[in-house]
C-alpha cells in the first residue's frame, strides 16, 4: 500500500496510487483518506459525496464528521450516518423500498439490485431527501 502523504491536518492524508506527485498534495487528483484512533476511511466514499482533491476545504469538513462519529460512537466505516432526527437518506430510503416493496412485490428483475446500489453507493446515496435533485435548484442558465 503506498505510503501516506501527509497534509498538515492531523488525520488528513493521501495515498499516492500509480501518482508522481510529491508537491502539494493538492495539486494531484488522488483521493483524500481521514484517520483517527486506528479507524481510516476514503472521505469520499465514507460521506458519498464528492470531495475535491484539489483542496482540502470539503476534505477537512469531512474529517471533522468523521472525529465527530467517533467521538459520539457513531461511527460506521462503511459509510456516513445521519444523526437521528435528520432528514432519511436516499441510500436508506432505497434499503426500505427494496425490502418492503421490491421483494413483497416480487421484483425480480436481476438488474434491479445492482441498479438501485450504484444508486445507494453513489453521489447521491448521502443525500438527504428533502434536498436530493427531486426539487431541483433554480439555475442561470434556464
Ligand atoms: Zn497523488
Known amino acids: 500500500m503506498p505510503k501516506r502523504a501527509s497534509s498538515g491536518t492531523k488525520g488528513l492524508f493521501k495515498r499516492h496510487r500509480g501518482c508522481t506527485n510529491r508537491g502539494p498534495l493538492t495539486s494531484c487528483a488522488c483521493a483524500w483518506y481521514g484517520s483517527i484512533a486506528a479507524r481510516e476511511v ?31 460512537g457513531t461511527f460506521d466505516a462503511a459509510g456516513e450516518r445521519p444523526p437521528l432526527g435528520t432528514a432519511e437518506t436516499l ?32 453521489a447521491l446515496g448521502g443525500h438527504s431527501l428533502s434536498t436530493s435533485p427531486a426539487t431541483p435548484k433554480k439555475s442561470n442558465g434556464g
Open 42 to 72: 476514503t472521505l469520499s466514499k465514507w460521506a458519498r459525496c464528492t470531495v475535491d482533491p484539489h483542496t482540502k476545504t470539503v476534505a477537512i469538513k469531512v474529517l471533522t464528521r468523521v472525529v465527530a462519529a467517533v467521538d459520539d
Open 91 to 122: 441510500s436508506h430510503f432505497i434499503t426500505e423500498w427494496q425490502v418492503h416493496y421490491a421483494e413483497v412485490q416480487g421484483l425480480t428483475q436481476n438488474s434491479l439490485a445492482a441498479m438501485l446500489d450504484v444508486l445507494a453507493t453513489g
